[in-house]
T-cell receptor, first 113, second 113 residues
Framework: EAGVAQSPRYKIIEKRQSVAFWCNPISGHATLYWYQQILGQGPKLLIQFQNNGVVDDSQLPKDRFSAERLKGVDSTLKIQPAKLEDSAVYLC???????????FGPGTRLTVT | AQSVAQPEDQVNVAEGNPLTVKCTYSVSGNPYLFWYVQYPNRGLQFLLKYITGDNLVKGSYGFEAEFNKSQTSFHLKKPSALVSDSALYFCAVRDDAGNMLTFGGGTRLMVKP
C-alpha cells in the first residue's frame, strides 16, 4: 500500500513570497490533516478535512494560510504572504475515518528567509 | 482544552537496558492516547494506541505503553533498548468526541551501545 505523498520535500522562499504544498493521501482515506511542526515542538493541527469538507480549521491563520481538498482526494496548502515564523515542517496525514489512526507523509521543510 | 506533557526533553539509556518515556495528559471525557516515533527527515510513524480495554497496550518494534487513569499518564516502555530505537517520540491525545489530536513536545531517546 502506497503511503501519504507530499511535495516538494524542501522549499526555501523569501518573506512575503507565496508557497504551496501538495499532499496525496492513502487511497480510500476520507480524512486528511495538515500539521505545522516547528523545530523542537510537536506537530500542531492546522486543518482537518472529511472528504472535501472542512471539519476543523480553528488553528489555521486564515489571513495568510488557505487549504483546499478538491474532489476529496489530493489537497494543497498555501501560504500567502509568508513570514519568517512560518519556517517549519508541514506534515500531511490521512486516516480511513475521522479519529482513526493517522498515517503521516514525509513532510515539506519550509525555510523563510 | 486538551493537552499533553512530555516532561523529559531527552532520555538516555544504554543498549539492552529497559527504557521509559513519560507522558501525562489532560482531556475531557475518555482519552484516546497514541505514541508516534519520528526518525530524521521522515514523517511520524504510529507505534501504538489506547482506546479502551487492557491498560497495557502492545505496539510495534517491541514497545508497549501503560495507561494509568488515576495518574492521567501513558508512559511508553520497552524491556530492552536497541541503538536503532534512537529517535524522537511523541505522545498524543484526543477525546472520545473525535476532536483534534494534540501532540506533546516530544522526547528524544538516545540509546548508546
Amino acid at each position: 500500500e502506497a503511503g501519504v505523498a507530499q511535495s516538494p520535500r524542501y522549499k526555501i522562499i523569501e518573506k512575503r513570497q507565496s508557497v504551496a504544498f501538495w499532499c496525496n493521501p492513502i487511497s480510500g482515506h476520507a480524512t486528511l490533516y495538515w500539521y505545522q511542526q516547528i523545530l523542537g515542538q510537536g506537530p500542531k493541527l492546522l486543518i482537518q478535512f472529511q472528504n472535501n469538507g472542512v471539519v476543523d480549521d480553528s488553528q489555521l491563520p486564515k489571513d495568510r494560510f488557505s487549504a483546499e481538498r478538491l474532489k476529496g482526494v489530493d489537497s494543497t496548502l498555501k501560504i500567502q504572504p509568508a513570514k519568517l515564523e512560518d519556517s517549519a515542517v508541514y506534515l500531511c496525514a490521512s486516516s480511513p475515518t475521522a479519529g482513526g489512526e493517522q498515517y503521516f507523509g514525509p513532510g515539506t521543510r519550509l525555510t523563510v528567509t | 482544552a486538551q493537552s499533553v506533557a512530555q516532561p523529559e526533553d531527552q532520555v538516555n539509556v544504554a543498549e539492552g537496558n529497559p527504557l521509559t518515556v513519560k507522558c501525562t495528559y489532560s482531556v475531557s471525557g475518555n482519552p484516546y492516547l497514541f505514541w508516534y516515533v519520528q526518525y530524521p527527515n521522515r514523517g511520524l510513524q504510529f507505534l501504538l494506541k489506547y482506546i479502551t480495554g487492557d491498560n497495557l497496550v502492545k505496539g510495534s518494534y517491541g514497545f508497549e505503553a501503560e495507561f494509568n487513569k488515576s495518574q492521567t499518564s501513558f508512559h511508553l516502555k520497552k524491556p530492552s533498548a536497541l541503538v536503532s530505537d534512537s529517535a524522537l517520540y511523541f505522545c498524543a491525545v484526543r477525546d472520545d468526541a473525535g476532536n483534534m489530536l494534540t501532540f506533546g513536545g516530544g522526547t528524544r531517546l538516545m540509546v548508546k551501545p
